[in-house]
């Protein structure tokens, strides 16, 4: 405690000479933090946040780089932006003013301490009998409340820049983010009249509207075939005209735009096996035998290397059935045990697939150079989103296995617990 005190005492003494030099006239003046500073923690969590949606396939490499560069054009500008300045110094206070305040500053800051700090925390044997009091109650870095509060403040800046289409954008995102879809729409439909020919742009308003009419049909149908008409390869304008095809129960159409997809996607990618499964489900309802093996390019890379896979069932606790919708996604996931916790390979499924029998390999990876045959072990996990997307969420039910070998079969999970 003598320790402390007496390193206290020094600061102290630094910071009121650091202070009193400019209040006497004695050093030059400093601005205080730029805008982009404090802005720049935000930019950091969204390109983390896009990481992870490439990592999971929410995104295509295309959307990827676009929203990327989208994310570093805002990070230019806002370092090009003046700096806010610290409050404005007049002349050079009066020696007995800043004699006062060097006195009282110490005074007011032991006083805080012994008020507001936990002076207990000096006394070794407070703190061998409290190790957690320093992490119980801390706040998450950034709540909900936070987030709904910066977008709020950018739809207030955009609403006098009506012809900022990157603003517009980035709006729209994040009321998709924040799953405000009716206010995503009328964002998407401002930028869309801004860029008319973009087509991954126009694919991710139709997504948002259906998000909002909870129907592909109408109006979004007409945007997809809009962005189709630009790129017939775009890949998320394809998908969902499948699956307006789908909604409408004509699964050959259906059929047919999903088969384009298979024409661009790797056949050992995840993009494959997925369409592929889509496609199998859309022939089985059309009557039609599913696809053969050497229709589909990607069945020999699903089946994985020998010794290479991981296998087991997922089943959902019964305590948490009635929180959940047969539609609902389920993630299954394999992770290193140690290491980065990017997913080595992953599959999707739905809680109507519940219990299910999965096998993971290296044809499921979401990056070519982390597959799960480049590590000895790994912890498998399962994930229930009712939002369908990739990145975990308050609220959504989980569950994990202990780390067991790469070639273990019969893993059993059990979805029984929340994300918090």
Do not use: C
């Not at 007409?222 to 909604?247: C, M, T, Y």
């Not at 990056?367 to 045959?373: E, G, I, N």
């Amino acid at each position: 405690m003598v320790v402390f005190w007496a390193v206290a005492s020094v600061l102290v003494v630094v910071a009121l000479l650091v202070l009193a030099a400019p209040l006497l006239g004695l050093g030059k003046r400093r601005s205080s933090a730029t805008l982009s500073e404090v802005n720049l923690s935000v930019y950091r969590d969204q390109l983390r946040e896009l990481d992870a949606e490439l990592a999971s396939g929410i995104l295509d490499q295309t959307q990827y780089l676009n929203a990327r560069n989208e994310l570093e054009g805002r990070v230019l500008e806002d370092s090009g932006s003046p700096n806010i300045p610290a409050a404005a110094t007049g002349n050079r206070w009066p020696t007995a003013g800043v004699v006062a305040l060097v006195v009282a500053i110490p005074i007011l800051a032991i006083s805080l301490y012994l008020v507001l700090g936990t002076p207990a925390g000096l006394d070794p044997q407070s703190q061998k009998a409290e190790p957690q009091a320093a992490t119980e109650g801390q706040p998450h870095a950034v709540t909900q409340e936070q987030i709904e509060a910066m977008v709020t403040r950018l739809a207030e800046k955009m609403a006098s820049r009506p012809d900022d289409a990157e603003g517009w954008l980035m709006l729209a995102r994040s009321y998709t983010a924040l799953r405000r879809y009716e206010e995503a729409g009328k964002a998407y439909a401002k930028v869309a009249k801004m860029l008319p020919e973009d087509a991954p742009l126009l694919a991710d308003y139709a997504d948002v509207l259906a998000m909002s009419k909870r129907t592909l049909q109408g109006e979004p149908e007409k945007i997809i075939h809009q962005a189709l008409k630009i790129d017939p390869n775009n890949i998320k304008a394809l998908s969902l005209a499948g699956s307006v095809a789908f909604e409408r129960k004509d699964y050959r159409n259906a059929i047919k735009w999903w088969e384009n997809i298979l024409k661009l996607a790797p056949g050992d990618s995840q993009l494959a096996t997925s369409i592929t499964t889509s496609i199998n489900e859309a022939r089985g309802l059309a009557g039609l035998p599913p696809l053969s093996p050497q229709a589909n390019n990607s069945t020999a890379a699903r089946a994985g290397t020998p010794g290479k896979t991981v296998s087991g069932t997922v089943n959902l606790s019964p305590a948490l059935k009635a929180r959940v919708s047969d539609n609902d996604s389920v993630f299954i996931f394999a992770r290193a045990a140690q290491g980065p916790r990017m997913p080595l390979a992953v599959i999707r499924k739905t809680v109507k697939d519940l219990p299910v029998t999965f096998t993971l390999n290296d044809s499921m990876a979401v990056m070519p150079s982390l597959k799960l045959s480049s590590v000895p072990n790994v912890i498998i996990g399962a994930r229930i989103s009712k939002t369908g997307s990739a990145t975990p969420t308050l609220g959504d039910l989980q569950g994990s296995s202990q780390p067991v070998k790469v070639g273990a079969k019969g893993v059993a999970i059990t979805i029984d617990s929340e994300v918090k």
